[in-house]
């Protein structure tokens, strides 16, 4: 059995995504973070359109047609359509924030 | 802001499934259960595929082809290909089973 909470390597440097599923229409992905934020000034801007959930931590995610960043925490989803510009402000420094995101077209 | 965790009407008789997501090519549902499983004697027998997740409380699942059920906690993930017979043989009976189920072709 594969467990989406796994413990994962102690002091890894870089965001961990891993692809759990992936078919033409769809990736569906983990994706464990340990306090990184997207880079300063940098945004998303994506094809796709993506789901997504955080189910441990807490994350800041920021739109750029929103005022003020949304504030996740375990267990909040929701739809990013594509090419809605977004970044991800901070993520939980304690505690790892796991994310599942599903990305199709 | 949508919470998978959110709270459920108490004393559900039914099974809850909230399709979350849907296009051509998938369906992402949301299922809580409370207690529920699979009538005896029954089997699943899909025409998609299913990738489904258990996020909190317990679950025993079986398959025809395997002679024990698999226990599932919270985290645990797997892959049910179309057409391989399972079923539900309990659910948690003390707290909500949350399961996120991603159905496709």
């Known amino acids: 059995m594969t467990n989406l909470f796994a413990p994962i ?5 870089a965001e961990i995504i ?4 992936e078919t033409g229409n769809f990736r569906l992905e983990r994706i464990v973070s340990n306090g990184q ?5 940098e945004w998303y ?3 796709t359109h993506e789901w997504v959930a955080l189910l441990t931590g807490s994350a ?3 739109f750029a047609d929103e005022p003020e960043p949304r504030v996740l925490r375990p267990g909040d989803y929701l ?7 977004h970044r991800v402000e901070w993520t939980d420094p304690d505690q790892p924030t796991v994310w599942l995101a ?3 077209t």
């Not at 390597?9 to 440097?13: F, I, N, S």
């Not at 934020?37 to 000034?41: C, H, V």
């Open 9 to 13: 390597p102690p002091e890894t440097p």
């Open 60 to 62: 800041g995610l920021s």
């Open 79 to 85: 739809l990013i359509p594509a090419h809605r510009r």
């Open 37 to 41: 934020a997207t880079p300063p000034g």
């Open 45 to 47: 801007d994506q094809d």
């Open 102 to 104: 599903l990305h199709y």
């Open 18 to 21: 891993q692809v759990l599923l």
